[in-house]
Structure formats: structure tokens, C-alpha cells
């Protein structure tokens, strides 16, 4: 027979190892929170009734979201740029900096015509929602 606590254990062990795995290598949570903040500041701007903010009236604190969630958003994704070209060029051996670097703008621009053309497709299907990913001038 073998022992319980040893097979726990190792199951355990083996439980973190994989869920490890699942976590990208260098991630910075306090961005993670940040956009995860300006994610769901952006479904209550979008999905509830928002009262204009008046910072001595607490029932109106729901107007904290309105414009500020989309701002952090917009501002998280260029720092994230700035984090991801750096990644790619500040590596121990500096050989194929100008490899990765490429690759990694080719990897940048396919997102943002995938993004472009996503909006462009919701923007078409005429919900009654702000489509923000095309340029204003698209819709």
C-alpha cells in the first residue's frame, strides 16, 4: 500500500507544476489588476445607467467609470506595446535582437488589422452598442 500523504503530496506537486505552466512567464500584476479594472469599468459604463459623478454624493460614484475606464484601457495598451518591444530586445544574448524585435512588430501589426477588421464587422452588424476598436470616422 502506499502512503496517502506521499500520493497527496505528489498530486499536489504535480497540480502546481501544471498550473504554472498556464501562467506567462513575466507578467507584471499590478498591470493585470489595472486592466482588469478598466475591463470592468468599461462593461458598467456600457451596461448600466450612469449618473454624472458628484464626488460629495455617493450614489452617484457609478460615474467613476464613464470615460475613465476607456482612457486606462487605452493607456494600458500602450504601455503594454512598450513592454512587449522591450521584452524583445532586452535579452542576455543580444545576437538576434533586430530577429525578435522584427517578429515581434510583424506579431503587433497582424493584431491590430485583426482588431480593426473585428470592429469594422461589429460596426456593420448595427447594434445599439459604441463600437470603439475601428477609427471614429469608420462609424
Known amino acids: ?75 494600458l495598451a500602450g504601455v503594454s506595446l512598450a513592454l512587449v518591444t522591450a521584452a524583445a530586445t532586452a535579452r542576455k544574448n543580444n545576437y538576434d535582437a533586430p530577429t525578435r524585435l522584427w517578429g515581434t512588430r510583424t506579431q503587433l501589426v497582424l493584431r491590430a488589422i485583426l482588431i480593426w477588421v473585428l470592429g469594422i464587422i461589429l460596426d456593420g452588424l448595427e447594434v445599439p452598442i459604441f463600437v470603439i476598436l475601428p477609427t471614429p470616422s469608420s462609424s
Not at 501562467?23 to 493585470?32: A, S, T, V, Y
Not at 459623478?53 to 482612457?71: D, H, P
Open 1 to 75: 500500500m502506499s502512503n496517502p500523504r506521499r500520493r497527496d503530496r505528489r498530486l499536489f506537486e504535480r497540480f502546481k507544476t501544471n498550473f504554472a505552466r498556464l501562467e506567462p512567464p513575466h507578467r507584471l500584476p499590478g498591470i493585470d489588476l489595472a486592466r482588469g479594472f478598466a475591463v470592468f469599468g468599461m462593461f458598467a459604463a456600457h451596461l448600466t445607467v450612469i449618473t454624472p459623478l458628484e464626488w460629495g454624493r455617493g450614489e452617484t460614484w457609478s460615474g467613476i467609470v464613464s470615460g475613465r475606464s476607456s482612457i486606462l484601457f487605452a493607456t
